[in-house]
């Protein structure tokens, strides 16, 4: 598993202060306000920042980093990744997941068949989608459900669907 867990990108600067705009990858979108540190990695590597103020704007997280006091300095973070510790996070819900640990499990059927791997997973309103990729590349798109999903194992890095009619 990942030490780190992505939970946003630095789109632009916002305002005269130094503070960046944050596209969230969150579904909690006010986890921002728990964090008082947030590391920041790009091209250059990965640094601790503290966290002076968050607001939110339009969906989006406005950050002011201890340090970064005007729009020049902000603007050298655009494109850059905001990580936590996730060692640092608090447990999840029982059957919720980090999409990060479920790239690239194996998905076989309720039959033993083995479909294709996680390749991707988002996000329509009412629930996720799993798009699965077998060795030819052939996408399957299964609904994030419990007639669908019936086990995952992180540790044997598969998951366990049943194909309800319709979907292939």
Do not use: C
Request: proline letters at 2%; aromatic letters at 8%; hydrophobic letters at 35%.
């Amino acid at each position: 598993m990942t030490k780190y867990l992505e939970i946003g990108q630095i789109v632009n600067t916002f305002g005269i202060k130094g503070m960046v705009k944050v596209n969230p990858f969150t579904d909690d979108i006010r986890r921002f306000d728990k964090l008082k540190t947030i590391y920041i990695e790009n091209k250059k590597g990965r640094k601790e920042y503290e966290i002076e103020e968050v607001k939110y704007h339009k969906g989006m997280v406005l950050i002011k980093l201890k340090g970064i006091d005007n729009p020049e300095q902000a603007d050298l973070l655009r494109q850059s990744y905001l990580l936590v510790d996730r060692e640092k996070e608090e447990p999840l819900e029982k059957g919720v997941y980090y999409i990060v640990d479920l790239l690239g499990l194996e998905v076989y059927t309720d039959n033993n068949e083995l479909l294709g791997t996680i390749d991707d997973i988002f996000n329509t309103g009412s629930n996720d989608v799993y798009v699965v990729k077998d060795e030819l590349g052939k996408q399957i798109l299964l609904p994030g459900i419990s007639e669908v999903i019936k086990e995952i194992n992180l540790e044997k890095k598969k998951m366990i669907v049943h194909l309800i009619k319709g979907l292939i």
